[in-house]
């Protein structure tokens, strides 16, 4: 981790931007190209004036398709918005709870994955110890630079991550960036 800290340099995570817009953007950005996500996204946020829940929820299914969101994607951004309106998700706690109850409120909105959750906590809310191992990128780069190339179990990944603790989503970002040095921006 010392050789990608001076490769990568100095750098910081902090937390932005709104939780709900955070989580539709994931969604709408779910198995499509970055270009295509950007673009379904500009679409889709220029309909409700503000991306809120209960401005999404006022929406019409018609007009989020025509936007380029698929059926499924638009069941899943309502239920996301449903989630938000009606309180089920504890936003005003977060700060105070743990990581893992976090994510556990975040996989129980369809469309919610746990690498969406792992990275909502670490892009969102800056979160310093998140382990995301349903991340192929953060696999193959602990393969890469810790064992030569060679494949890497979950297992594997944990025993070598018990030395980044309590910053494992700040060695991770190092690792993605030393296998793509363009940040990416959540």
């Known amino acids: 981790m010392r050789r ?13 931007g709104d939780a709900f817009a955070t989580l539709a953007r994931s969604i709408v950005g779910q198995q499509v190209s970055v270009a295509s996500a950007q673009r379904v996204w500009e679409r889709f946020a220029a309909l409700p004036g503000a991306m809120a829940p209960r401005s999404l929820l006022k929406l019409k299914v018609d ?30 706690q977060w700060d105070g709870m743990d990581d893992a109850a976090i994510a556990a409120e ?42 030569s190339g060679d494949p890497v179990s979950r297992s594997d990944a944990r025993e070598v991550a018990q030395a980044w603790q309590p910053w494992c989503s700040v060695a991770s970002w190092y690792i993605w960036r030393s296998l793509a040095p363009l940040p990416v921006d959540c």
């Open 4 to 16: 990608l800290i001076a490769q990568v340099g100095d750098v910081s995570l902090s937390p932005r």
């Open 106 to 147: 975040l996989v129980a909105i369809r469309g919610i994955s746990r690498w969406t959750a792992d990275m909502f906590l670490i892009f969102h809310l800056a979160r310093p110890n998140v382990l995301p191992l349903d991340d192929a990128t953060l696999i193959g780069g602990i393969s890469q630079h810790y064992f």
């Open 63 to 92: 007009d989020m398709r025509a936007a380029g969101l698929s059926a499924r994607k638009v069941d899943y951004l309502v239920d996301l918005a449903l989630h938000f309106d009606s309180g089920r998700l504890h936003v005003q």
